[in-house]
Nanobody, 123 residues
Framework: QVQLVESGGGLVQAGGSLRLSCAAS????????MGWFRQPPGKERDFVAA????????YLKDSVKGRFTISRDNAKNTVYLQMNSLKPEDTAVYYC????????????????WGQGTQVTVSS
């Protein structure tokens, strides 16, 4: 079993930045692909970013390319989402997820999920 604990969400003005962190319990983090998803108000959960187990490959939603960066520190069992140039449309609950297989943009590929953290971007 794996537990994911997210932090770093909050309220920020448009153009600002936030850095989300997701700390994983367990002993298999270094072999897990990790992902970030978000759910805007009134919409379905959507892919944001993913990273493979070693951190050598990353994948980003088109609308966040150039603004968001996913990274991981396996020694700390932690994955990060750096969010710059935030826009009101980035407002959502952000979820961290762990995948025992490969890095994927599909939520059904992930085995474990964090509780979600609210990111609100004001205009």
């Amino acid at each position: 079993q794996v537990q994911l604990v997210e932090s770093g969400g909050g309220l920020v003005q448009a153009g600002g930045s936030l850095r989300l962190s997701c700390a994983a319990s367990g002993r298999t983090f270094s072999t897990d692909a990790m992902g970030w998803f978000r759910q805007p108000p009134g919409k379905e959960r959507d892919f944001v970013a993913a990273i493979n187990s070693s951190g050598s490959n990353t994948y980003l939603k088109d609308s966040v390319k150039g603004r968001f960066t996913i990274s991981r520190d396996n020694a700390k069992n932690t994955v990060y989402l750096q969010m710059n140039s935030l826009k009101p449309e980035d407002t959502a609950v952000y979820y961290c997820a762990a995948n025992k297989g490969y890095a994927s943009r599909y939520s059904n590929s992930y085995d474990y999920w964090g509780q979600g953290t609210q990111v609100t971007v004001s205009s």
